[in-house]
């Protein structure tokens, strides 16, 4: 079975790679105390751990439980393994909870709050032949159906993911002096790109990754932090669903540095794939294309939402874009009206160029796909990579083209996401600076730009995993 998990995490060294149907052990602590002898392991036909000592005696072994946690602190298996343990973040979850919540007492209930990806959104336009606002008018009213409180659009966290990635290149090119403002910047949106980095990589490339939060996690702190204060409510009584065109985001919402020590929860409690709304959808016997539409939900009141709204710069976000025009503005004083993509060696390696005079001011990529991004790490470990900033993608064709999209068996792949960029294009687009509500919130909810405050809310920070030696990883 093909893992519905990134490029970029399947093609690792996988030597302690673990299927579905195998059970995932941790090492066994063996007593060790002197004059404890020698012990052995005996192992029986039911697959039962037996400690057998010199005089003969068994003690039988338990086995260790294993968390997504556990698994994303190990530097084997990043696919099967974490699939099979994944079971919270699927929508039989959200089923559960939607469940409980009608049984559950008034003081009990979760307020269950679903927030949409616009790439979602596109994929799932394109299933149902309707236009984005329909199709975001009409998951609102399905979602609302089945027992949600309030759907929201992850465009408008993007805002401030978009704005908090413009400060931190402009901040990092003008200190680039200092070691660790490392250029290039690249980007952080992508979980499947930084698990990689992470485990493959380390403090290699962990310097140069932006530590501004994806639009999934800064909607994570919308909803649990400034939403949940609106409705006074504490975090845990919130239960935040994300819908994404990824599987790879599942991973990203189960980060320990996601999770609130203080309150027990975390900023995002579910992520539910494009695929798995198409499930919920046929498991209730109901055509998104014949439900009624319904309004769209808004985070504030300054930021009603009449319609949907995207960003420039393509279906993974706009990164490359955006950075690059605020940093030709602020660091040169050069208004770009139209940014050029120069194709290089295939269509999922571009570059931007800014000139003057012939001399190169700022030199950007974008990178997609495990191909690409091999190649981008060799150039920067060998100290020969041009870029000043890199948006970087796991999967090839970038984020509409996920491994959680739709898939249509009678449509080639190919002429399917033309499909799906050309509806997702169809959004009317937005500066982020002058998106209503973002100005708005960086004051009372965030006391400011580039406040201790907005650090803690909208940034991360990565961590690179030791390679540890296990005795799965034998080539037999």
Not at 51 to 76: F, P, R, T, W, Y
Not at 176 to 205: D, F, M, R
Request: hydrophobic letters at 35%.
């Amino acid at each position: 079975m093909a893992s519905p998990f990134s490029g970029a995490l399947q093609l690792t060294d996988l030597d302690d790679f673990i299927a579905p149907s195998q059970d995932c052990i941790k090492p066994m602590k063996v007593d060790r105390r002197p004059g404890s002898g020698v012990a052995k392991i005996h192992i029986e036909d039911d697959g039962s751990y037996f400690q057998v000592s010199q005089d003969g005696g068994m003690k039988k072994l338990e086995k260790a439980k294993i968390s997504l946690d556990d698994c994303l602190a190990c530097s084997g298996c990043v696919t099967s393994a974490e699939t099979v343990l994944i079971t919270q973040q699927s929508h039989e979850e959200l089923r559960k909870v939607l469940g409980a919540n009608k049984t559950a007492a008034p003081d009990q209930q979760k307020l269950v709050v679903i927030s949409v990806s616009p790439q979602s959104r596109a994929s799932l336009a394109v299933r149902f032949q309707l236009n984005p606002a329909d199709a975001a008018r009409k998951l609102t009213a399905f979602f609302k159906k089945i027992g949600a409180h309030y759907v929201f659009d992850t465009a408008f966290s993007r805002n401030f993911s978009l704005l908090e990635s413009q400060r931190e290149f402009v901040r990092r090119f003008r200190g680039q002096a200092n070691p660790e403002q490392a250029l290039p910047v690249l980007t952080s949106a992508c979980p499947g790109w930084i698990c990689y980095a992470e485990k493959t990589h380390g403090s290699t490339l962990l310097p140069h990754i932006s530590t501004a939060r994806s639009p999934q996690q800064v909607m994570g702190s919308l909803v649990k932090d400034f939403f949940a204060q609106q409705q006074r409510l504490t975090p845990d009584k919130v239960y935040h669903v994300t819908v994404m065109p990824c599987y790879d985001k599942k991973l990203e919402a189960s980060r320990p540095d996601f999770f609130s020590q203080e309150h027990q929860t975390r900023d995002v409690d579910c992520v539910i794939t494009t695929g798995e709304v198409s499930k919920l959808l046929e498991e209730e016997g109901v055509s998104l294309a014949e439900l009624e539409p319904a309004p769209l939900d808004s985070l504030c009141s300054s930021a009603s939402a009449q319609e949907p709204t995207s960003h420039r710069g393509g279906g993974s976000g706009g990164y490359l874009e955006h950075v690059f025009r605020h940093a030709a503005q602020e660091l040169f004083g050069i208004h770009v009206t139209e940014v050029t993509y120069r194709p290089l060696r295939n269509k999922d390696l571009q570059e931007v160029i800014l000139e003057r005079e012939g001399q190169v001011l700022l030199h950007f990529a974008a990178a997609y796909g495990f191909r690409n991004i091999q190649n981008l790490v060799q150039k920067l470990k060998r100290g020969r990579c041009p870029y000043h900033y890199v948006e970087v993608m796991a999967c090839p064709a970038g984020c509409l083209n996920g491994g959680g999209q739709l898939k249509a068996p009678d449509t080639p792949g190919k002429e399917l996401l033309q499909q799906v960029e050309r509806l997702y294009g169809l959004v009317r687009t937005e500066a982020p600076e002058d998106a209503p509500g973002v100005q708005e919130l960086y004051e009372c909810w965030l006391q400011g730009a580039g406040s201790e405050r907005a650090g803690r809310l909208l940034h991360t920070s990565y961590h690179a995993v030791e390679k540890a030696g296990s005795g799965l990883s034998i080539r037999w």
